[in-house]
């Protein structure tokens, strides 16, 4: 039996008793603050995307598997773990769901402000793997124009059905970034918008980072939009995170605290995927399904009498602007106390559930039912 492995863990990555109790001992820390000394009697070391994993934080300790319960993995030194031959997992697509319905949510949103359809929107993807993937999917379902920029997808694929960056910039309504941060390579993504480019954004247009901060250059940003207040800003990701640019946060319609991605449904998969990984490596058995693990969503229904306006559950499912006023809050609090806002806002996010668990009864017009379907609501006609 390997009840003696000792499992260090992020303290906010959920529903840790449930899948790894009977695999080992569990010890739960705040991940911005673990030490090598904190690591140092571990086997099995589990994180998020704020503790950068690398030779300082290991080399003095017998960790044989690393697991992050995220889709990015840039705070890994992954080169090192493979030398070291510790075994190392994402979370891929965990929470993909989560940040499409989040570009969704804003899109809708700034649609019914602004009195316009956004079914007529031309949308730019910007990185189209999980999340931009399964985003370019769901518009195109639901009919909108979808222009994509992924240059290694291009290079493997052929570059039928994708555009250059500035054909994208120039043409689309709302662009949406979804790379990972690259430094280095063919294709970096670190200030991919930049001094340069941000200029080409259509007037009225919407810019959306629910990527990495520093994929956008945030002072050429606000020097942009100092020059630019016709372009909408909604951030999810900064370039100093944890710390916030109170001017850029202002200049934003939605400035959320990387959030973008916390649905419940998204964290307890990006837990359970390092479970089965975990399993793996051990030669255990995978014992535990998703399914079981995975609360009952508090609100399960919406019923309505024939008709509804889109916007009502995608708002009852996601609300950007409840975790856009909540930032907003913290913006003028010093650095540090900021920082720590950030933090806290994350820690204690509130409970929020993807689209499908929202199941939509009595709708009698057939329009509405196939939109709110391709949407990813759950939908029984009348
Ligand atoms: N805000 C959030 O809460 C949140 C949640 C999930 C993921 N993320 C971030 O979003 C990123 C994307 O996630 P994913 O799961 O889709 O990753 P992924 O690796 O599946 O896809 C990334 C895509 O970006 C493309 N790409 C790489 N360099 C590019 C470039 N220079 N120009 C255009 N495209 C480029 C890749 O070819 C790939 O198709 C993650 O790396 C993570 O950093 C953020
Ligand atoms: O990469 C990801 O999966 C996301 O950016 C994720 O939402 C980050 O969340 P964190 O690990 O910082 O809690």
């Known amino acids: 039996m390997n009840s003696r492995l000792k499992i260090l863990a992020d303290e906010n990555i959920p529903a840790l008793d ?32 704020i503790t950068r994993v690398d030779e300082p934080l290991l080399s003095d300790s017998r960790v044989g598997f690393v697991g992050t319960a995220t889709i990015g993995t840039d705070h890994l030194d992954t080169q090192w773990l493979d030398r070291r031959g510790v ?53 195109r379902a639901l009919g909108l124009e979808v ?31 979804h790379t990972p941060l690259v430094d280095d390579g063919p294709y970096p993504t670190r200030h991919l918008l930049n001094e340069g480019n941000l200029e080409l954004l259509k007037p009225g247009a919407v810019l959306l980072n629910a990527g990495r901060g520093p994929v956008i250059d945030n ?45 419940l449904d998204g964290k307890i998969r990006g837990a359970w995927m390092l479970y089965r990984e975990v399993c793996q490596w051990l030669g255990r058995e995978v014992s535990i399904t998703l399914e079981s693990v995975l609360p009952k969503p ?51 996010y509130p409970v929020r559930r993807e689209f499908s668990s929202l199941q939509i009864m009595g709708l009698e017009n057939k329009q509405q039912a196939e939109l709110l379907l391709k949407l990813g609501f759950n939908v029984v006609m009348a």
Request: glycine share 6%; hydrophobic share 40%; with cysteine.
């Open 298 to 348: 508090e609100i399960e229904m919406l019923g309505c009498s024939g008709s509804v306006d889109p916007l009502k559950p995608i708002a009852l499912t996601y609300d950007p602007y409840r975790d856009d006023r909540a930032l907003r809050e913290t913006l003028y609090l010093d650095p540090e106390e900021r920082m720590l806002a950030f933090d806290r806002l994350r820690k204690h």
């Open 219 to 263: 002072w050429a940003l606000i020097q942009f939009m100092r020059r630019r207040s016709d372009v909408h800003l909604v951030l999810d990701v900064w370039e100093e995170e944890p710390l916030v640019l109170p001017e850029l946060a202002e200049q934003c319609v939605i400035a959320t605290p990387h959030i973008a991605g916390y649905s």
């Open 147 to 177: 222009l994509v920029s992924d240059p290694p997808r291009a290079e493997r694929e052929g570059h039928e059905g994708f555009v250059e960056l500035e054909e994208l910039l120039s043409r689309s309504d709302l662009v949406a970034l």
């Open 18 to 49: 449930a899948l790894f109790a009977d695999i080992g001992e569990i010890r739960r820390l705040p991940g911005r603050k673990l030490s090598a000394a904190d690591v140092a009697d571990s086997d099995i070391l589990l994180v998020r995307s």
């Open 87 to 139: 075994r190392w997992c994402s979370a891929p697509g965990c929470n993909a769901d989560a940040v499409v319905e989040y570009v969704l949510s804003a899109l809708w949103h700034l649609c019914a402000q602004h009195g316009v359809d956004p079914l007529t929107r031309t949308v730019g993807v910007v990185g189209a793997g999980n999340v931009g993937g399964r985003l370019v999917s769901r518009l």
